[in-house]
């Protein structure tokens, strides 16, 4: 491709050298630039892509995007600009010839419940024949394709070609979640998205954003991007204000929710242990809907889901037809399968209103005792620790602390900050480091009718402990203690 016809839409600042080449690819990484590539020199948490220039025009870059002056290189373009990152955004989706442009994107961003938003999503597109492609915590999907995840929400480079490669397999319709890190790090810049979704915004990520109020700004960049509709959930305090800010937009506005007057809302909602049942209102149309995951919580969703294809057009039937059939998505309230009297069930609640959903749902209809076993995250938000111990606390009859991913932190330190926080309650519990070990205490613990909740890393295959990565699933971790123990 043509430097020019790469660099439209980009903000530049000046050029040096030769604007007249052609480019093969684009890399952001130096040890990924090969020849006639150009490499973007993203000033990062961690690094600076500056410092890697002579590596990467080594490996063959012809042409350097940047923030920062230098001195020219022979043979090499030099293009500044005021922002690396949104330079990267714009050129990989120029690269990938604009496929969001034409694609009908649906983008789901919130603190919890984006990826049950965006699976549910794409389970009653599919009912209705539209191929959905996926991008989210738990894979990429496209038809049959499934790439593992990196990220929740790519960088850009990867994302663009995401797209590129659903147009070229004819599909045109992708539900996508969309991380504040992502919008807020400029990921995302540049995509046309036809509907953004607002599911919630609580504690979580304070290391990244600072404050709750940068960290809301984060999310709502996604509503000022949008040409179909912005679907915010009232009754969220967050949610209510971001309706509010948005409103004058030319995007339709669709509110949704259970307390506050919202246009698209539930109503006689009954939760059992197997799931929920509710009657949907909509300003076209009004019946009643069953799903199978159980909690308030997953009413939300599946209200989120709902005003995404309201908004599409779907009728009544076409969306009970998939949001019946949804089976529940992995590691998401999922229940262990097993030949003894124990429930045991692996949750991805790694924030604390999270953990209190689902410490609450469970509450609503255990008939024995709740065991909880949970961590927190290393290298992540610290804030939450203390507040997760809190909430554990005052949910569960007993609680095991163990670690989740303690990445370069040491878990024992991070069990002592969940610690502070399950103090200030009178629950009982106990610290155990080894997840395993952790999980074989609240099996042996648990008698007839008791509930084990295994928090916090729910579809995840591994562990992060210092810079290796072990194998580790909840819930295969979870069986195999049970063949042993019982
Ligand atoms: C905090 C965060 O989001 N960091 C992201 C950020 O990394 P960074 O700014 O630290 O990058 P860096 O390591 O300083 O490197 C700077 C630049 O130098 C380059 N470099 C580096 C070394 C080298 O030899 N050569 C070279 O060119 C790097 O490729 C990079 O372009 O930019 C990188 C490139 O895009 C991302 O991979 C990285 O995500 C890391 C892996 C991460 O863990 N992110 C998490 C927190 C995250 O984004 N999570 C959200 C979900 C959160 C939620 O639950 O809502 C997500 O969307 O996944
Ligand atoms: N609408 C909701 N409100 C509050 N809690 C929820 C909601 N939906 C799910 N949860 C809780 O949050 C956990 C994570 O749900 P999900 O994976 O759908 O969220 P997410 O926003 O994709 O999270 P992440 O930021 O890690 O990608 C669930 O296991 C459940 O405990
Ligand atoms: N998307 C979240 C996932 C957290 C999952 C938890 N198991 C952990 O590793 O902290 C994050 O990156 O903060
Ligand atoms: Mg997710």
Redesign the pocket.
Known sequence: MKINELLNNVSIIETIGDMDIDIEGIA????KVKNNYVFVC????????HN?ID??VKNGAKVLILEKNIAPIEGVTIIKVENSRKALAIISSNFFKNPTKSMNIIGVTGTNGKTTTTHLIKNVLEKNDVNCGLIG?ISYQILDKEYKA????P?SLELQKLFQEMKDANVDTCAMEV????LE?D?VAGINYKIGVFTNLTA??MD?HKTIENYKNAKAKLFYQTSLANIINIDDKYGYEIADEIKKLNTKLVTYGINKKAEVYAEDICIFSKGCSFTLVTPKFKGKLKITTPGMFSVYNALAAIAVCYVLGYNFDQIKKGIESVKGVSGRFETVENTGDVTIIVDYSHTPDALENALNTIKQFVEGKIITVFGCGGDRDKIKRPMMGETAGKLSDYCIITSDNPRSEQPDAIIKDIEVGIKKTNCKYKMIVDRKEAIREAIKVSESKDIILIAGKGHETYQIIGDKIIDFDDKKVAQEILREER
Do not use: C
């Not at 993203?42 to 892509?49: A, H, Q, R, S």
């Not at 991380?179 to 992502?182: D, T």
């Open positions: 952001y990484d130096s040890r993203i000033i990062g948490i961690k690094t600076d892509g890697y590596q990467a915590t990196n990220n929740t929400t960088e991380s504040s890190h992502s790090l990921r979580d990520h990244f």
